[in-house]
């Protein structure tokens, strides 16, 4: 008891403690209650929720919902369930998120290391691309896409993520970078390090937090994109995203409500994984670009 | 401020003889550093103006001045993190200015010895080594050299956050000297350090020097720093080396007010002078004061203003009128310093000068031999001062 009273910063009795305690355990519950629906009516037969127990536990166990949505829903024209949706999404986000973090810390190591003339107003520039909202350069993307023969091809999706996550990277590592001591760069060069080596030796080895905060940032953000999925992709090529929506959009037959559930836990899963795995380094990550900088 | 016995500096003594280190009086030496003209504008601002100096290889040269002086512009330029806008910078007869930095035969020791936190001692040593592809066998001798000739072999598995200020000093020292270059700079290299530490480090820097043959340039504000380590000193002010000469000569010929007053403590004192005889001047530096005596080299017409510098330690005090001296003024004790080993009097002269005469403090001290208000004289050869015109 001692040592808890020290280590807050207000001193409360037993009773409000437990008061306390009672009102975020009922908000915790309030919160985890969409994924209570998701995953008990993902594990059970589809005629036990069409008979009205969508809140109650399974009578009938099953993962029949889990292996359809994965391998054989009706999504395009043949049966092939999310799987191959599920690869579309991560050839698309590994190299968007691979090329645009590293963009970023070229671009935040140029900014502050090897400043030039007009830097900050290209920084503020990149920066103002970070607000351009994405239904405005949907026509003038797809024209681009198309004179570069990338339209409705992954690649074309990967480069569409990479322009509109680079500002947001740039960001990222320009004020993580902004307090590197500059003296370190000025010693590798002097050591003889060039342009690159002072970058992968000396930059890069001190950029944990910073990577780990982009990375998140671009793998969530491009994962759960929809609008350009559904704009710049089609038919087979398209993410996750689009796939899901088609799978619970489908107008025909009978409405698979478990293995719409499956399917939208499938699609979340990726992103939840990358948070429970690097989730602890966002905020140091995130801390470390704005106290300082 | 004593020398190592095994330093070849003619520091120590005034007048130069045979046999001691002094290429920059040899007419067959060429140097290896060389500033031909050199000026450095930032827009408006002059950092360098105009400067002209030769460095020699296994000098210890020491920039000194004041911050803002342009000591740390020429460390720059040498290191290649700035370009002269005029002028040429040569090494070893070569004109360095399109050479990058990565490509120079001159390494550098930062202020803040910018160690890589991440590398351990052996690694940050390795570095330079590393980029040139040197053979691993050849790169593991050569580190473990470096580690030996800095006492750092017991930490060569650590990281700089593990380590010492002293350590860390030295760890930079290792890494800037692992590639041999010609030329290693030094951006006031023991600023960190503690005073005990600064002055033993003094010396091994001094040694380290030595074995290795390596020319130093050290950038330092302080000047007992630059007089102990220092083969030659440059003193700086605006952007112009207003005198560059061995430490013994700065401190005792200084060529100007501004080089005698910024090297030590200095008394200045203002008067007319008139020649008298071979060399021989006469002071008149008050009304109704007898004039006072000094020699000059320098030539000063008939009633020239000039200004007598008198370095506090060659003023004797004492409380009768020394019988035989040349200069001999009277005057009030004004105000006593005492820092153990010496004591300086502030004497106050008839018309406000006062005057600092230090004494050692031989015995223990169990009474003063004067006290505030004293009536004291001062007195000192005709040669202990030295005669400047401004």
């Known amino acids: ?293 | 401020m004593g020398q190592p016995e095994t330093a070849p500096r003619s520091a120590t003594g005034e007048m130069p003889h045979a046999g001691v280190f002094e290429p920059w009086n040899d007419p067959a030496e060429s140097p290896l550093i060389r500033f031909r003209n050199v000026t450095k504008r930032f827009g408006e601002f002059t950092a360098i103006d105009d400067l002209t100096l030769d460095i020699y290889e296994r000098e210890f040269f020491a920039l000194l001045g004041p911050s803002g002086c342009g000591k740390t512009t020429m460390m720059r330029m040498l290191a290649g993190f700035e370009a002269p806008t005029e002028g040429v910078i040569e090494l070893s007869g070569q004109d360095i200015a399109p050479i990058p930095p990565n490509k120079r035969a001159v390494n550098m020791m930062f202020q803040s010895y910018a160690l890589f936190p991440h590398l351990s001692v052996w690694e940050n040593i390795a570095f330079g080594l590393r980029r040139d592809r040197m053979p691993k066998r050849d790169l593991e001798a050569r580190v473990e050299e470096m580690l030996r000739l800095t006492r750092l072999d017991q930490f060569a598995r650590r990281k700089p956050h593990q380590i010492s200020g002293g350590q860390r000093q030295r760890v930079a020292l290792a890494r800037s000297l692992a590639k041999a270059p010609k030329l290693l700079l030094l951006d006031e290299p023991l600023g960190a350090l503690d005073k005990k530490l600064r002055q033993d480090t003094q010396f091994e820097l001094m040694d380290i020097q030595e074995k290795t043959g390596t020319t130093f340039v050290i950038v330092t504000h302080d000047q007992e720093e630059a007089m102990t380590v220092a083969s030659r000193v440059a003193v700086m002010d605006n952007g112009r080396i207003i005198q560059a000469d061995t430490p013994a000569r700065i401190y005792e010929s200084p060529s100007s007010v501004y080089v005698a007053d910024f090297i030590g403590d200095v008394n200045i004192i203002q008067g007319r002078a008139t020649p008298d005889g071979d060399e021989a001047y006469r002071v008149d530096w008050a009304q109704g004061q007898t004039p006072l005596t000094a020699s000059s080299a320098t030539r000063f017409e008939p009633g020239q203003a000039c200004h007598l510098a008198i370095r506090p330690e060659k003023v004797t005090i004492s409380s009768d009128r020394p019988a035989d001296a040349a200069n001999a003024v009277q005057g009030k004790v004004h105000d006593i310093a005492y820092l153990g080993n010496l004591s300086t009097y502030h004497v106050e002269l008839p018309g406000g000068v006062i005057i600092k005469a230090q004494t050692a403090n031989t015995r223990r001290l169990s009474r003063r031999s004067y006290t505030w208000e004293d009536t004291v004289w001062l007195s000192w050869t005709a040669t202990a001062g030295v005669l400047l015109a401004g």
């Not at chain 1, 060039?194 to 000396?202: D, L, S």
């Not at chain 1, 025909?252 to 990726?270: R, S, W």
């Open chain 1, 1 to 293: 008891m001692a040592a808890a009273t020290q280590d807050s910063a207000v001193r409360t009795g037993r009773v409000t403690r437990m008061l306390i305690y009672l009102v975020l355990l009922l908000f915790a519950l309030f919160y985890m209650l969409p994924l209570y629906v998701m995953l008990v009516n993902s594990v059970k037969p589809l005629d036990e929720i069409t008979g009205g127990g969508m809140m109650s536990l399974p009578a009938q166990w099953t993962l029949e919902p889990w292996l359809k949505a994965w391998s054989t829903a009706q999504i395009g024209v043949q049966p092939t369930g999310l799987r191959p949706y599920f690869w579309n999404s991560i050839s698309m986000v590994v190299p968007a998120v691979a090329i645009s973090t590293v963009l970023g810390a070229l671009n935040g190591y140029v900014l502050t290391k090897w400043r030039f003339r007009g830097d900050t107003i290209l920084f503020g520039l990149m920066l103002f691309a970070c607000f351009i909202p994405f239904q405005i350069v949907l026509i003038p993307m797809a024209a681009v896409l198309g004179t570069l023969g990338l339209a409705g091809s992954t690649a074309g999706l990967v480069l569409v993520h990479v322009v509109y996550g680079v500002g947001f990277t740039t960001l990222y590592f320009r004020n993580y970078y902004a307090v590197f001591p500059t003296e370190l760069v000025r010693a590798a060069q002097i050591d003889g390090a060039g342009f690159f080596q002072i970058f992968w030796r000396i930059l890069l080895p001190s950029s944990g937090p910073i990577a780990v905060v982009s990375v998140i940032w671009q793998f969530t953000n491009i994962w759960n994109d929809f609008l350009f999925g559904a704009s710049f992709a089609s038919g087979d090529g398209a993410p996750m995203t689009v796939a899901l929506n088609n799978l619970v959009q489908s107008s025909t037959g009978v409405k698979e409500y478990n293995v719409h559930f499956a399917g939208a836990i499938l699609a979340a899963l990726p992103t939840l994984l990358v948070y429970i795995v690097a989730g602890r380094y966002f905020v140091r990550g995130l801390m470390a670009g704005s106290v300082k900088g």
